[in-house]
């Protein structure tokens, strides 16, 4: 299927559902993303800055742009004046730095925020336990932020085909999700994203009670890993 057409069946799925599609354009070029731009899409998520921040400058501005890979605070510079939420805090200290950079560009809004929990059994998986971020939010430091919003929690599952396993992991980021919204936002309708699901889980995820799947093959065809 093309692009839109791509774009459209997502559409199709998810509108029974609470949950939104996130197009990850991860190393695909700016000419097909504004294929799915053209076929009414919004919601673009970037695994890299240097590469978000190309294609910002290159693409309409009322592209609501999601980072979605690892973050080092001394990359958000180059992204807090236009980003619109940031999935991927595993850390006091990052958010500590997007607040600060947030305010430095005198935003008129916050930069959404969502806290990255560890789910899977890979080593190579960023993310902060349930505890940890249970932590984070008890801090004065995080109680003085006024440039930042938390929206959610996000999670990336093992890189696995076994369905119960998925389940389990994309289980226990919904149990975090409840406990954080019982504890600290309860009554504030801005904590409400539960973001988990790729291409290959995203309609397990789903099952589960994701609110936001990130996708990117199954819109945008493989990647060309040569623009990496």
Same mark, same amino acid.
């Given at each position: 299927?093309?692009?839109?057409?791509?774009?459209?069946?997502?559409?199709?799925?998810?509108?029974?559902?609470?949950?939104?599609?996130?197009?990850?354009?991860?190393?695909?070029?700016?000419?097909?993303?504004?294929?799915?731009?053209?076929?009414?899409?919004?919601?673009?998520?970037?695994?890299?800055?240097?590469?978000?921040?190309?294609?910002?400058?290159?693409?309409?501005?009322?592209?609501?742009?999601?980072?979605?890979?690892?973050?080092?605070?001394?990359?958000?510079?180059?992204?807090?004046?236009?980003?619109?939420?940031?999935?991927?805090?595993?850390?006091?200290?990052?958010?500590?730095?997007?607040?600060?950079? &947030?305010?430095?560009? !005198?935003? /008129?809004?916050?930069?959404?925020?969502?806290?990255?929990?560890?789910?899977? %059994?890979?080593?190579? $998986?960023?993310?902060?336990?349930?505890?940890?971020?249970?932590?984070?939010?008890?801090?004065?430091?995080?109680?003085?932020?006024?440039?930042?919003?938390?929206?959610?929690?996000?999670?990336?599952?093992?890189?696995?085909?076994?369905?119960?396993?998925?389940?389990?992991?994309?289980?226990?980021?919904?149990?975090?999700?409840?406990?954080?919204?019982?504890?600290?936002?309860?009554?504030?309708?801005?904590?409400?994203?539960?973001?988990?699901?790729?291409?290959?889980?995203?309609?397990? &995820?789903?099952?589960? !009670?994701? /609110?936001?799947?990130?996708?990117?093959?199954?819109?945008?065809?493989?990647? %060309?890993?040569?623009? $990496?």
């Amino acid at each position: 299927m093309s692009i839109q057409e791509n774009i459209l069946y997502f559409d199709e799925q998810l509108r029974p559902t609470p949950c939104r599609l996130v197009a990850v354009t991860k190393t695909h070029p700016v000419e097909v993303i504004k294929e799915a731009y053209d076929a009414g899409h919004r919601l673009f998520g970037e695994n890299k800055v240097q590469e978000l921040v190309d294609k910002y400058a290159l693409l309409p501005h009322d592209i609501a742009w999601h980072l979605i890979g690892h973050l080092q605070t001394n990359k958000v510079k180059y992204i807090a004046e236009f980003i619109d939420t940031i999935q991927s805090v595993d850390s006091l200290k990052l958010l500590v730095e997007i607040n600060k950079r &947030a305010e430095m560009y !005198g935003r /008129t809004l916050p930069i959404n925020c969502m806290l990255q929990i560890n789910i899977a %059994d890979e080593v190579t $998986k960023y993310g902060m336990t349930c505890e940890e971020a249970e932590a984070l939010l008890q801090t004065e430091e995080y109680r003085q932020m006024q440039y930042i919003r938390i929206t959610g929690v996000m999670g990336i599952a093992t890189n696995t085909d076994e369905e119960q396993k998925l389940r389990q992991e994309f289980q226990q980021l919904r149990h975090c999700f409840n406990r954080l919204k019982e504890t600290f936002f309860m009554g504030n309708d801005d904590f409400k994203e539960i973001s988990m699901g790729m291409t290959s889980d995203w309609r397990i &995820a789903l099952e589960e !009670g994701s /609110t936001m799947i990130r996708v990117g093959s199954g819109i945008f065809g493989a990647r %060309d890993y040569s623009r $990496k």
